[in-house]
């Protein structure tokens, strides 16, 4: 079985883009769970999605959203890119909400110019 | 003031040595994960604790929920285990991890 796939795996994008970053769960895993890791720091929680309902959000600004597709993917969009931007965004995915273990992809890294 | 505090931060030893990493929480939580992380970014998840103790082949971990602490214990550690060891808590709300900064594992030969 194919684990959590994220696309694309390198992004280099210039101060002031937007950009989308996108995720697809392990099959039938529900929750899907979005990470921004900067160099040489643990991964910071950004946001948290169930059955396409956001259930729980990190302390990021509002330029970072996300959404959960009927088929359980998820996209993780970031407005107005700022060079402290630049991190790998890990998404991960499990079966429930709650005390589930979590399934990580291989991350995007996002480089901002 | 970070919520989870890992040690030590970095982590040399020789082959076949007892290794331990340290783990403590000043939040609430319903759960407890160890992650690992290789270079290049993948991570695996190792354990899910939420009390007692687990346990895979030379890897161990434990947890003390009274003192809000968690270990995970490496035995006959080998270069293979190189790599950084991430502590990851669960708010007890359900909705929220926090993550330490990682504990970096070098095992010489």
């Known amino acids: 079985d194919a684990g959590v796939t994220q696309s694309p795996t390198h992004l280099i994008k210039t101060r002031g883009q937007h950009v989308t970053l996108r995720c697809s769960p392990i099959s039938g895993h529900k929750s899907v769970s979005w990470y921004q890791q900067v160099l040489g720091q643990g991964p910071q929680f950004i946001f948290q999605y169930y059955e396409k309902e956001e259930r729980g959000r990190g302390n990021f600004p509002d330029r970072f959203s996300a959404r959960q597709f009927p088929n359980y993917s998820s996209e993780l969009n970031v407005n107005a890119l700022l060079l402290g931007d630049s991190a790998l965004y890990l998404c991960?995915?499990?079966?429930?909400?709650?005390?589930?273990?979590?399934?990580f992809g291989p991350g995007t890294r996002l480089l901002v110019l | 003031k970070n919520e989870v505090e890992q040690s030590p931060q970095n982590l040399t030893a020789q082959e076949g040595e007892f290794i331990t990493i340290n783990c403590s929480y000043s939040v609430g939580i319903s759960a407890l994960h160890w992650l690992q992380q290789h270079p290049g970014g993948g991570i695996v998840s190792l354990f899910m604790?939420?009390?007692g103790k687990k346990k895979h082949g030379r890897l161990i971990a434990t947890i003390n929920i009274q003192e809000k602490h968690s270990s995970l214990h490496i035995t006959a550690s080998h270069p293979r285990d190189s790599a950084v060891y991430i502590c990851a808590v669960l708010l007890n709300t359900g909705n929220q991890f926090y993550f330490g900064t990682g504990t970096s594992l070098t095992v010489i030969p």
């Open positions: 604790l939420s009390s």
């Open positions: 991960a995915s499990s079966l429930d909400v709650v005390e589930e273990t979590q399934y």
